[in-house]
């Protein structure tokens, strides 16, 4: 047989089928991790839950039968963006589509899909193999939480599959931004508005004042930045004494960031100075920037299962982060690739058949293919 012919495609339908009718959003994983957990034993792995303080990670080990072979980190996420309640869908003869008010939840159920059977293929078959590590994780739609709270401590591999990337696949994701986030607090002096305003200093003007002035959208081919939420104010009647600004900036080059994020908060200084404003900004790294060599073993690796599946490799540089993120910036050279789902964060949100079953040959053979693979400089670099 070959290594296609031993994914059973009706069994991938159906697994991925009852994982997106399992209701999943960020911090609320514990259902479907513990559905995973029992397919993962089935596929003869060893399960760990991790608990942290918003939800859970599934950890899972799968014990090789090639001792010379690398150990590998195969990666994928639990939760989906809102709305999944009540989540309705069609499979047709192509593609499989929601047909309600929800998203499909492909984002990243396809690839949690994609992993399972190639597990269990790989059981089944008695395909020789390496040691391989799963790591299924939480909150990845709010921030990376889960991969940011995973024991890593419990990962022995230097190379990781992570399956969380739009489009056809194919794509391979070489570059992805810095992201820092940032929240401004503005604190002026309330005063009856219609009685005594002047005595009053408006948080929300000043706060839109430094919008206003403030860079913004597609600052360059790699940086962008966006203010996400502004609050405050307490009634018509009253001077807002304090008002709040929620923004972030991404971008590829760590010098950029930095002088795009003092343009930003010495602007938003100087207009609350003018006004007689208080003003403090807080700021957190959500995940750094990585960029793996186009002559990366590891990539080069891929690159060739990809072509050996009969799939051509396209790398990509991306604006948005992955759980791959965290792992570069671990010392693991993690490699997102695009596992089928397209038109994610919509009610449009669909997989075609062909891309469902090629994310998971494509998981299978690195799996079946990893013990010719022998590491090289090309490392991924922050």
Do not use: W
Not at 31 to 60: F, P
Not at 98 to 105: A, K
Not at 143 to 154: C, I, P, Q, T
Not at 265 to 283: D, H, L, P
Request: aromatic fraction near 6%; include cysteine.
């Amino acid at each position: 047989m070959t290594i296609e012919q031993y994914i059973n495609q009706k069994r991938l339908v159906e697994t991925f089928t009852e994982l997106i009718q399992i209701n999943s959003p960020s911090f609320k994983e514990r259902e479907i991790g513990d559905v995973l957990a029992k397919k993962l034993e089935s596929a003869g792995c060893r399960v760990e839950i991790q608990e942290y303080a918003g939800s859970i990670n599934v950890i899972a080990f799968k014990k090789g039968n090639s001792p010379e072979t690398l150990p590998l980190l195969l990666s994928g996420h639990m939760d989906t963006i809102e709305p999944t309640e009540g989540i309705a869908f069609s499979v047709g003869d192509e593609l499989i589509r929601t047909t309600g008010d929800t998203v499909l939840g492909a984002d990243d159920k396809s690839a949690l899909a994609q992993i399972i059977e190639a597990l269990t293929a790989l059981e089944q078959n008695r395909i020789p193999h390496g040691d391989i590590e799963i790591a299924f994780t939480s909150g990845e739609e709010k921030g990376l939480f889960g991969v940011r709270n995973l024991d890593l401590s419990r990962l022995r591999s230097r190379h990781a599959l992570v399956l969380d990337s739009s489009g056809a696949v194919g794509k391979l994701v070489i570059a992805a931004p810095t992201h820092i986030s940032y929240e401004m607090r503005i604190t002026g002096r309330s005063a009856h508005a219609g009685i005594e305003p002047e005595k009053g200093i408006n948080a929300i003007r000043v706060a839109a004042e430094i919008i206003a002035a403030v860079p913004d959208g597609r600052i360059d081919a790699g940086t962008t930045a966006n203010i996400g939420m502004i609050k405050g104010g307490t009634a018509t009647n009253v001077v807002p004494k304090e008002a709040f600004i929620n923004g972030e900036i991404r971008g590829h080059s760590a010098g950029t960031i930095e002088c795009i994020k003092q343009n930003i908060f010495g602007t938003a200084r100087m207009a609350a100075e003018k006004s007689r404003a208080r003003i403090t900004i807080s700021e957190n790294e959500e995940y750094r920037a990585f960029r793996i060599d186009k002559d990366n073993s590891f990539l080069n690796f891929l690159s060739g299962i990809f072509k050996r599946c009969g799939i051509e490799p396209a790398y990509t540089v991306t604006g948005g982060g992955s759980d791959a993120n965290i792992f570069n910036q671990h010392g693991i050279t993690a490699v997102n690739i695009s596992n089928g789902m397209q038109k994610v964060h919509s009610t449009d949100e669909h997989i075609y058949l062909k891309d469902l079953h090629n994310g998971c040959l494509v998981v299978l053979r690195t799996i079946a293919e990893f013990g010719g693979f022998s590491p090289c400089p090309g490392m991924s670099r922050p």
